[in-house]
Protein backbone atom coordinates (compact mmCIF):
# COMPACT_ATOMS: atom_id res chain seq x y z
CA UNK A 1 0.00 0.00 0.00
CA UNK A 2 1.64 3.47 -1.09
CA UNK A 3 2.30 5.23 1.87
CA UNK A 4 0.83 9.47 1.90
CA UNK A 5 4.12 10.73 0.81
CA UNK A 6 3.92 8.50 -2.55
CA UNK A 7 0.42 9.54 -3.35
CA UNK A 8 1.33 13.37 -3.12
CA UNK A 9 4.04 15.19 -5.71
CA UNK A 10 5.43 16.82 -2.41
CA UNK A 11 8.18 18.01 -4.91
CA UNK A 12 5.49 19.79 -7.23
CA UNK A 13 3.66 20.66 -4.33
CA UNK A 14 6.41 22.75 -3.05
CA UNK A 15 6.99 24.76 -6.60
CA UNK A 16 4.59 26.18 -5.78
CA UNK A 17 5.52 28.15 -2.78
CA UNK A 18 8.17 30.57 -4.14
CA UNK A 19 9.40 30.90 -0.30
CA UNK A 20 10.92 27.42 0.09
CA UNK A 21 13.27 27.87 -2.66
CA UNK A 22 15.01 30.75 -0.55
CA UNK A 23 18.15 30.70 1.62
CA UNK A 24 18.20 31.63 5.31
CA UNK A 25 22.42 32.07 6.70
CA UNK A 26 23.04 30.50 3.68
CA UNK A 27 21.09 27.23 4.06
CA UNK A 28 18.34 26.51 2.26
CA UNK A 29 15.02 26.98 4.60
CA UNK A 30 13.52 24.93 6.54
CA UNK A 31 10.01 26.08 7.35
CA UNK A 32 8.82 24.48 11.04
CA UNK A 33 6.93 27.31 12.06
CA UNK A 34 3.28 26.90 10.40
CA UNK A 35 1.46 26.82 13.46
CA UNK A 36 2.31 30.81 13.62
CA UNK A 37 1.54 30.92 10.09
CA UNK A 38 2.29 29.21 7.10
CA UNK A 39 3.40 29.93 3.81
CA UNK A 40 1.56 31.11 0.61
CA UNK A 41 1.33 29.38 -2.48
CA UNK A 42 2.06 30.98 -5.79
CA UNK A 43 -1.72 30.46 -6.95
CA UNK A 44 -2.85 32.91 -3.56
CA UNK A 45 -0.18 35.04 -4.43
CA UNK A 46 -1.58 35.50 -8.33
CA UNK A 47 -4.39 36.16 -6.64
CA UNK A 48 -3.60 39.13 -4.48
CA UNK A 49 -1.51 40.33 -7.52
CA UNK A 50 -4.77 40.48 -9.94
CA UNK A 51 -7.06 42.22 -7.78
CA UNK A 52 -4.72 44.87 -7.18
CA UNK A 53 -3.90 45.15 -10.65
CA UNK A 54 -7.00 44.94 -12.24
CA UNK A 55 -10.30 44.70 -9.83
CA UNK A 56 -9.58 46.77 -6.97
CA UNK A 57 -12.75 48.54 -5.69
CA UNK A 58 -14.94 48.61 -3.09
CA UNK A 59 -17.78 46.64 -3.13
CA UNK A 60 -21.61 46.14 -2.17
CA UNK A 61 -21.70 50.14 -2.71
CA UNK A 62 -20.87 50.50 -6.44
CA UNK A 63 -22.68 50.16 -9.86
CA UNK A 64 -19.82 50.40 -11.71
CA UNK A 65 -17.72 47.29 -13.20
CA UNK A 66 -14.91 47.16 -10.95
CA UNK A 67 -16.88 47.37 -8.10
CA UNK A 68 -19.55 44.80 -9.81
CA UNK A 69 -16.50 42.19 -9.94
CA UNK A 70 -15.07 42.92 -6.65
CA UNK A 71 -18.53 42.03 -5.12
CA UNK A 72 -19.38 39.16 -7.40
CA UNK A 73 -15.47 37.28 -5.63
CA UNK A 74 -16.08 38.43 -2.58
CA UNK A 75 -19.46 36.70 -2.51
CA UNK A 76 -18.36 33.83 -4.54
CA UNK A 77 -15.41 33.33 -1.79
CA UNK A 78 -18.20 33.48 0.85
CA UNK A 79 -19.89 30.55 -0.71
CA UNK A 80 -16.64 28.78 -0.95
CA UNK A 81 -15.43 28.88 2.51
CA UNK A 82 -19.13 27.74 3.58
CA UNK A 83 -18.87 24.65 1.34
CA UNK A 84 -15.36 24.03 3.04
CA UNK A 85 -17.13 24.02 6.62
CA UNK A 86 -20.47 22.67 5.83
CA UNK A 87 -22.29 25.40 6.40
CA UNK A 88 -26.11 25.50 6.25
CA UNK A 89 -26.51 29.09 5.17
CA UNK A 90 -23.92 30.86 2.82
CA UNK A 91 -25.19 34.09 5.56
CA UNK A 92 -23.85 31.95 8.50
CA UNK A 93 -20.25 32.94 7.13
CA UNK A 94 -19.11 35.97 8.67
CA UNK A 95 -15.67 37.70 7.47
CA UNK A 96 -13.69 39.33 10.12
CA UNK A 97 -9.72 39.85 10.91
CA UNK A 98 -8.78 36.20 12.12
CA UNK A 99 -9.46 34.11 14.88
CA UNK A 100 -9.10 36.78 17.54
CA UNK A 101 -11.37 39.67 15.90
CA UNK A 102 -13.85 36.59 15.32
CA UNK A 103 -14.03 35.62 19.46
CA UNK A 104 -13.49 39.28 20.40
CA UNK A 105 -17.18 39.61 18.14
CA UNK A 106 -18.69 36.73 19.74
CA UNK A 107 -18.10 37.66 23.20
CA UNK A 108 -19.34 41.00 23.02
CA UNK A 109 -22.30 40.72 21.22
CA UNK A 110 -23.39 37.36 23.10
CA UNK A 111 -22.75 39.05 26.49
CA UNK A 112 -24.84 41.86 25.61
CA UNK A 113 -27.82 39.37 24.93
CA UNK A 114 -27.02 36.35 27.13
CA UNK A 115 -24.75 36.73 30.00
CA UNK A 116 -26.02 37.98 33.42
CA UNK A 117 -24.38 38.17 37.12
CA UNK A 118 -23.54 34.44 38.29
CA UNK A 119 -23.51 33.03 34.85
CA UNK A 120 -20.65 30.85 34.19
CA UNK A 121 -18.27 29.89 31.10
CA UNK A 122 -15.94 27.00 30.45
CA UNK A 123 -12.88 27.07 28.95
CA UNK A 124 -10.04 24.62 29.21
CA UNK A 125 -6.12 24.96 30.30
CA UNK A 126 -4.59 24.65 26.80
CA UNK A 127 -6.25 27.63 25.17
CA UNK A 128 -4.54 30.35 23.47
CA UNK A 129 -5.02 34.35 25.09
CA UNK A 130 -7.38 35.04 22.28
CA UNK A 131 -9.71 32.45 23.85
CA UNK A 132 -9.16 33.35 27.50
CA UNK A 133 -9.08 37.40 27.63
CA UNK A 134 -12.10 37.93 25.72
CA UNK A 135 -14.36 35.78 28.21
CA UNK A 136 -11.90 37.40 31.36
CA UNK A 137 -12.77 40.75 29.98
CA UNK A 138 -16.39 40.06 29.50
CA UNK A 139 -17.16 37.95 33.18
CA UNK A 140 -15.26 41.28 34.68
CA UNK A 141 -17.91 43.43 32.37
CA UNK A 142 -21.23 41.30 33.27
CA UNK A 143 -20.34 39.72 36.70
CA UNK A 144 -19.98 35.94 35.38
CA UNK A 145 -17.92 33.62 36.42
CA UNK A 146 -15.15 32.06 34.03
CA UNK A 147 -14.46 27.91 34.89
CA UNK A 148 -11.43 26.06 33.54
CA UNK A 149 -11.16 22.69 32.69
CA UNK A 150 -8.04 20.59 33.84
CA UNK A 151 -5.67 18.67 31.54
CA UNK A 152 -3.66 15.41 32.77
CA UNK A 153 0.16 15.74 32.06
CA UNK A 154 0.21 14.41 28.46
CA UNK A 155 -1.94 17.85 27.58
CA UNK A 156 -5.51 15.67 27.45
CA UNK A 157 -8.64 17.72 28.10
CA UNK A 158 -10.04 15.93 31.04
CA UNK A 159 -14.09 15.19 30.55
CA UNK A 160 -14.81 13.60 33.52
CA UNK A 161 -13.92 16.90 35.22
CA UNK A 162 -15.76 19.24 31.85
CA UNK A 163 -18.96 17.06 33.25
CA UNK A 164 -18.65 18.49 36.60
CA UNK A 165 -18.06 21.72 35.48
CA UNK A 166 -21.26 22.31 33.42
CA UNK A 167 -24.61 23.41 35.76
CA UNK A 168 -27.47 25.41 35.01
CA UNK A 169 -25.63 28.38 35.19
CA UNK A 170 -23.52 27.91 32.19
CA UNK A 171 -24.04 29.89 29.77
CA UNK A 172 -21.00 28.79 26.98
CA UNK A 173 -18.14 26.43 26.37
CA UNK A 174 -15.65 27.85 24.23
CA UNK A 175 -12.60 25.25 23.72
CA UNK A 176 -9.61 24.60 20.94
CA UNK A 177 -9.86 22.00 18.71
CA UNK A 178 -6.84 21.43 18.27
CA UNK A 179 -4.06 22.93 20.68
CA UNK A 180 -1.28 25.04 19.31
CA UNK A 181 0.96 24.14 21.64
CA UNK A 182 0.70 20.88 21.97
CA UNK A 183 -1.34 19.71 19.00
CA UNK A 184 -3.59 17.72 21.13
CA UNK A 185 -6.86 17.24 19.31
CA UNK A 186 -9.53 17.92 21.38
CA UNK A 187 -13.31 15.61 21.73
CA UNK A 188 -14.93 18.83 20.41
CA UNK A 189 -18.25 16.64 18.74
CA UNK A 190 -18.80 15.15 22.56
CA UNK A 191 -18.09 18.50 24.23
CA UNK A 192 -21.01 20.19 22.14
CA UNK A 193 -23.24 17.95 23.03
CA UNK A 194 -22.75 17.97 26.52
CA UNK A 195 -22.87 21.51 26.57
CA UNK A 196 -26.18 21.33 24.81
CA UNK A 197 -27.72 18.74 27.00
CA UNK A 198 -27.55 21.58 29.61
CA UNK A 199 -28.82 24.37 27.54
CA UNK A 200 -25.23 26.29 26.84
CA UNK A 201 -23.83 27.60 23.74
CA UNK A 202 -20.56 26.29 22.62
CA UNK A 203 -17.58 28.07 20.46
CA UNK A 204 -14.73 26.14 18.73
CA UNK A 205 -11.70 27.77 18.08
CA UNK A 206 -10.31 25.97 15.17
CA UNK A 207 -7.40 27.83 14.18
CA UNK A 208 -5.14 24.91 14.72
CA UNK A 209 -7.75 22.45 13.05
CA UNK A 210 -8.77 24.00 9.78
CA UNK A 211 -5.45 23.80 8.10
CA UNK A 212 -4.79 20.56 9.16
CA UNK A 213 -8.15 18.34 8.88
CA UNK A 214 -11.96 18.07 7.62
CA UNK A 215 -14.26 20.46 9.50
CA UNK A 216 -17.62 20.22 8.96
CA UNK A 217 -19.77 22.74 11.65
CA UNK A 218 -23.11 20.72 11.14
CA UNK A 219 -21.81 17.48 11.96
CA UNK A 220 -20.08 18.71 15.39
CA UNK A 221 -23.07 20.86 15.45
CA UNK A 222 -21.30 23.94 17.31
CA UNK A 223 -23.13 26.95 17.71
CA UNK A 224 -20.10 29.08 16.33
CA UNK A 225 -16.49 28.06 14.61
CA UNK A 226 -13.83 30.40 14.11
CA UNK A 227 -10.39 30.45 12.38
CA UNK A 228 -7.53 32.38 10.30
CA UNK A 229 -6.74 32.34 7.00
CA UNK A 230 -3.29 32.92 7.08
CA UNK A 231 -2.73 29.33 8.82
CA UNK A 232 -4.62 27.63 5.78
CA UNK A 233 -2.44 29.34 2.85
CA UNK A 234 -3.93 32.94 3.08
CA UNK A 235 -3.26 36.23 3.33
CA UNK A 236 -3.06 38.25 6.83
CA UNK A 237 -5.61 40.06 8.03
CA UNK A 238 -9.15 37.89 7.34
CA UNK A 239 -10.69 34.84 9.50
CA UNK A 240 -14.26 33.38 9.82
CA UNK A 241 -16.87 33.46 12.09
CA UNK A 242 -19.23 30.52 11.53
CA UNK A 243 -22.79 31.59 13.21
CA UNK A 244 -25.88 29.10 13.44
CA UNK A 245 -28.26 31.68 11.27
CA UNK A 246 -30.41 31.84 14.20
CA UNK A 247 -28.19 32.54 16.91
CA UNK A 248 -26.08 35.51 14.70
CA UNK A 249 -29.73 36.52 13.80
CA UNK A 250 -30.33 36.95 17.88
CA UNK A 251 -27.27 38.94 18.88
CA UNK A 252 -26.73 42.82 18.73
CA UNK A 253 -24.41 43.64 16.25
CA UNK A 254 -20.61 44.47 17.12
CA UNK A 255 -19.59 47.56 15.57
CA UNK A 256 -21.75 49.96 14.11
CA UNK A 257 -20.61 51.58 10.27
CA UNK A 258 -21.45 51.19 6.74
CA UNK A 259 -22.64 47.95 5.52
CA UNK A 260 -24.10 46.40 8.45
CA UNK A 261 -27.00 49.63 8.07
CA UNK A 262 -29.78 48.92 6.64
CA UNK A 263 -31.44 52.76 7.46
CA UNK A 264 -30.00 55.53 9.25
CA UNK A 265 -31.81 58.20 10.94
CA UNK A 266 -30.80 60.57 14.00
CA UNK A 267 -33.76 59.20 15.86
CA UNK A 268 -33.08 55.70 14.77
CA UNK A 269 -31.09 53.02 13.43
CA UNK A 270 -32.44 50.03 11.55
CA UNK A 271 -29.61 47.10 11.26
CA UNK A 272 -28.93 44.86 8.06
CA UNK A 273 -29.29 41.37 7.58
CA UNK A 274 -27.35 38.78 7.68
CA UNK A 275 -24.22 38.46 7.44
CA UNK A 276 -23.84 42.29 6.88
CA UNK A 277 -24.92 42.76 10.39
CA UNK A 278 -21.93 41.88 11.33
CA UNK A 279 -18.99 42.76 8.76
CA UNK A 280 -19.76 46.70 9.32
CA UNK A 281 -16.86 49.13 7.19
CA UNK A 282 -14.83 48.00 4.10
CA UNK A 283 -13.77 44.51 5.00
CA UNK A 284 -10.50 43.04 3.47
CA UNK A 285 -11.67 42.62 0.60
CA UNK A 286 -8.70 40.70 -1.37
CA UNK A 287 -8.14 39.02 1.87
CA UNK A 288 -11.49 36.84 1.34
CA UNK A 289 -10.95 36.52 -2.30
CA UNK A 290 -7.32 34.89 -1.41
CA UNK A 291 -8.48 33.03 1.03
CA UNK A 292 -10.99 31.40 -1.02
CA UNK A 293 -8.19 30.58 -3.47
CA UNK A 294 -6.05 28.99 -0.38
CA UNK A 295 -9.31 26.51 0.25
CA UNK A 296 -9.55 26.18 -3.70
CA UNK A 297 -5.66 24.85 -3.44
CA UNK A 298 -6.34 22.49 -0.22
CA UNK A 299 -9.64 20.68 -1.59
CA UNK A 300 -7.14 20.14 -5.09
CA UNK A 301 -4.42 18.49 -2.74
CA UNK A 302 -7.38 16.93 -0.95
CA UNK A 303 -7.96 17.85 3.03
CA UNK A 304 -7.82 13.95 3.96
CA UNK A 305 -4.53 13.63 2.15
CA UNK A 306 -3.04 16.72 3.99
CA UNK A 307 -4.09 14.86 7.32
CA UNK A 308 -2.30 11.67 6.42
CA UNK A 309 1.03 12.92 4.80
CA UNK A 310 1.10 15.76 8.22
CA UNK A 311 0.54 12.57 10.69
CA UNK A 312 3.43 10.67 9.00
CA UNK A 313 5.38 13.43 9.07
CA UNK A 314 4.69 13.83 12.75
CA UNK A 315 4.95 10.07 13.68
CA UNK A 316 8.75 10.43 11.70
CA UNK A 317 9.73 13.44 13.72
CA UNK A 318 8.70 11.85 16.98
CA UNK A 319 10.56 9.00 16.49
CA UNK A 320 13.67 10.94 15.51
CA UNK A 321 13.37 13.09 18.43
CA UNK A 322 12.62 10.94 21.09
CA UNK A 323 16.24 9.11 20.91
CA UNK A 324 17.84 12.65 21.58
CA UNK A 325 18.90 12.18 25.26
CA UNK A 326 17.71 14.71 27.78
CA UNK A 327 15.08 16.10 25.59
CA UNK A 328 11.23 15.94 26.57
CA UNK A 329 8.35 16.45 24.59
CA UNK A 330 5.54 18.44 25.97
CA UNK A 331 2.21 17.16 24.90
CA UNK A 332 2.02 13.34 24.13
CA UNK A 333 -1.55 13.13 23.53
CA UNK A 334 -3.40 10.25 22.05
CA UNK A 335 -4.92 12.50 19.26
CA UNK A 336 -2.21 14.88 18.02
CA UNK A 337 -2.10 17.14 15.24
CA UNK A 338 1.09 17.95 13.56
CA UNK A 339 2.89 20.08 16.46
CA UNK A 340 5.94 18.56 18.56
CA UNK A 341 6.62 20.51 21.77
CA UNK A 342 9.38 19.70 23.47
CA UNK A 343 11.97 21.30 26.51
CA UNK A 344 15.62 19.90 26.17
CA UNK A 345 17.55 19.76 30.18
CA UNK A 346 19.88 22.54 30.70
CA UNK A 347 18.60 24.80 28.07
CA UNK A 348 16.37 27.71 27.49
CA UNK A 349 13.96 27.07 24.29
CA UNK A 350 15.14 30.30 22.69
CA UNK A 351 19.16 29.72 22.64
CA UNK A 352 17.80 26.55 20.53
CA UNK A 353 15.95 28.30 18.17
CA UNK A 354 18.26 31.08 17.65
CA UNK A 355 20.97 28.54 17.19
CA UNK A 356 18.97 26.52 14.68
CA UNK A 357 17.95 29.00 12.62
CA UNK A 358 21.91 30.10 12.12
CA UNK A 359 21.07 26.41 10.18
CA UNK A 360 18.11 27.66 8.06
CA UNK A 361 15.77 26.28 10.14
CA UNK A 362 12.77 27.98 11.40
CA UNK A 363 10.89 27.65 14.79
CA UNK A 364 8.83 29.13 17.42
CA UNK A 365 10.31 29.15 20.96
CA UNK A 366 8.21 30.88 24.33
CA UNK A 367 4.67 30.24 25.50
CA UNK A 368 2.78 30.24 22.21
CA UNK A 369 0.64 32.58 24.09
CA UNK A 370 -0.29 29.80 26.37
CA UNK A 371 0.64 30.98 30.01
CA UNK A 372 -2.19 29.47 31.43
CA UNK A 373 -0.76 25.90 29.78
CA UNK A 374 3.12 26.86 30.89
CA UNK A 375 2.69 27.13 34.02
CA UNK A 376 0.47 24.16 34.62
CA UNK A 377 3.22 22.40 32.74
CA UNK A 378 5.30 24.23 35.24
CA UNK A 379 8.26 24.75 32.17
CA UNK A 380 8.62 28.47 31.14
CA UNK A 381 8.21 27.89 27.49
CA UNK A 382 8.99 25.63 24.93
CA UNK A 383 9.94 24.88 21.45
CA UNK A 384 7.60 24.29 18.60
CA UNK A 385 7.89 22.54 15.71
CA UNK A 386 5.06 22.76 13.52
CA UNK A 387 4.48 21.00 10.39
CA UNK A 388 2.54 21.80 6.68
CA UNK A 389 2.01 19.38 4.10
CA UNK A 390 4.89 20.85 2.17
CA UNK A 391 7.27 19.49 4.41
CA UNK A 392 9.34 16.31 4.08
CA UNK A 393 11.29 13.92 6.44
CA UNK A 394 14.77 15.19 4.47
CA UNK A 395 13.95 18.29 6.45
CA UNK A 396 13.08 16.77 9.91
CA UNK A 397 16.40 14.77 9.16
CA UNK A 398 18.12 18.70 8.83
CA UNK A 399 16.12 19.55 11.92
CA UNK A 400 16.77 16.75 14.16
CA UNK A 401 20.71 17.29 13.18
CA UNK A 402 20.30 20.72 13.96
CA UNK A 403 19.18 20.22 17.48
CA UNK A 404 21.65 18.04 18.32
CA UNK A 405 24.54 20.58 17.37
CA UNK A 406 22.22 22.69 19.20
CA UNK A 407 22.04 20.78 22.48
CA UNK A 408 26.09 20.16 22.34
CA UNK A 409 26.80 23.57 22.09
CA UNK A 410 24.25 24.33 25.18
CA UNK A 411 24.66 21.80 27.44
Known amino acids: M ?204 GAQAVPHKKVDVQELDCDFYVFSGHKMLGPTGVGILYGKEAILNSLPPYQGGGDMIKTVTFEKTTYNELPHKFEAGTPNIVGGIALAAAIDYMNNIGIHNIEAYEHELLTYATEKIKQIEGLRIIGEAKQKASVLSFVVDGTHPSDIGMIIDKLGVAIRTGHHCTEPLMNRLNVPGTARASFAFYNTTEEIDIFIEGLKRAIKMLV
Not at 68 to 97: C, P
Not at 143 to 169: R, T, Y
Not at 181 to 188: E, K
Open 2 to 205: PTQTEILNIKKIRADFPILAREVNGKPLVYFDNGATSQKPQQVIDVIDKYYTFQNSNIHRGIHTLSQEATDAYEKARITVQNFINAKHEHEVIFTSGTTGSINLVASSFAKKHLNKGDEIIISTMEHHSNIVPWQMVCEDYGAILKVVPINDKGEFLFEEFEKLLSDKTKLVAVTHVSNTLGTINPVKEIIKKAKAIGAFTLID
